[in-house]
């Protein structure tokens, strides 16, 4: 081995989806057969597109005369039906090449679960063009459309995010990824290039949004400063109030807030954001991301304080009727649905479901990615070899996603039909966390604990170690 390695970083990159091998990222959705399923609007019948060309786009006459399903996908929710509904949220973060794929999940998700869940899209401004965020966002199911300022990208003094100075790097590639990375994020999003504060900033923030149909507007998110705690907290609420006052009618804001980990892990500065989101009732819906540290030990978020802490803010956003929105959370975002938040963001990458600290991380060239496969029965990835194991085990939840087959049918496996099968998992549970608490007394709460009951029950005696054993579910059923 010459000790020749690729980095692979952690943080929220350009494009999160370079993570997979190129040659898999170009499996296009062209190829996928045509397949679309009935669904009744306020005009009369018309054809969901599942797969094929344009999925998730509404048509008159079904072009698949193999469609032989008696089903009939369930009515798309208005934005405001949305956020006046209980149902759970699930926004999908777009990466790199995935408009398409993501369209189809996002449909097959509303065929499948729309009954009991609501979708959307979330696009960044620096880090997406504007057709791509436009096509994203032409997808009739995806109800809640999001394109997210992002500007604690430059937030380097509270936040561990990739460098964006080129010259700090030796790796000649790596200084010329940084130095595009950083000429489209300004190229992208002119409010980067600008004052940080006033009326002119927030105003430049609402309109990128505007631009590209955006229908939740969020404020800049610039980040939190412990160490100047009280005033960054103090500007986040008067650009809030700025951004109320620059909004249309009809026009509908979420305050974004970006928590450093040193500011969550304080317990001082935590509750004095609770304080803040309780005194200012004029912002009825918050957006809240999380920077937290990279875990090498766990696949899932498993520090007991910061979840106390998304416990909190949970039941503080219930009590007072306010719609919570984890931004990149995935699965610890879906946890949270069983203790009072709305919503969660989550992708196909790790990056799209984790805010984490940024670090490098070396692979040796030429060596593959793991094979990730996230089991139900778990709650929890593992690689190739034991998901061929416990699939043989009588209690086994399967899957039946349309992915699961793509994988089982070729002789390769597919790191991204993978990914897509996770977050299809994440919709189709948020979906049941809800169905179960129409169905049963006890609620979301109780789903949560049977849920993560049966998994720990499921783990025992299957020789898992390491990452691949769900040790956060302790964690996290502590909290119930
Ligand atoms: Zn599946």
Redesign the pocket.
Known sequence: MTGEWENEGSGFQEDAEDEFPLEEAGSALSDRPYESIPIQTIDGQYYLVLSGENPGSIVPIASDSSNKTNRTAPHIRNESQIFDSDLPLMLLNLTGRTVDQGNELLSRLHAEYGEHLNLGVCASLARHNKSKINKAFDCSVATVKIADPEAFLVDHASLVLEGDNPTDFTNPDTALKVERRVAARSRRAAYFEMERSGIEWIKAILEAQREVGANVFLTSGKSLRSSDFRQSLDEIIAEGNDAIECLEPGERLALNLTIPLDCILNETFFNEILNELLEHDEFDTWYIRTQWRPDRESNQLKDATILHRYKRLSELAEDEEKILILAQTGWVGWNFLGHGATGFSTGPSQNAQKFQQYAITRRRKGVGQNERFFEKSLLNVVDGSMHASLRNESDYVS???R??DEIDSSPLFSHIAASW?EV??QGALSAEIQRSAELRRGGRRSYLRRTIDSALLFAQGKGLVGRENPTFLRTWRDLI
């Open positions: 899957c039946e996603c992915w699961c099968h299809y998992c």
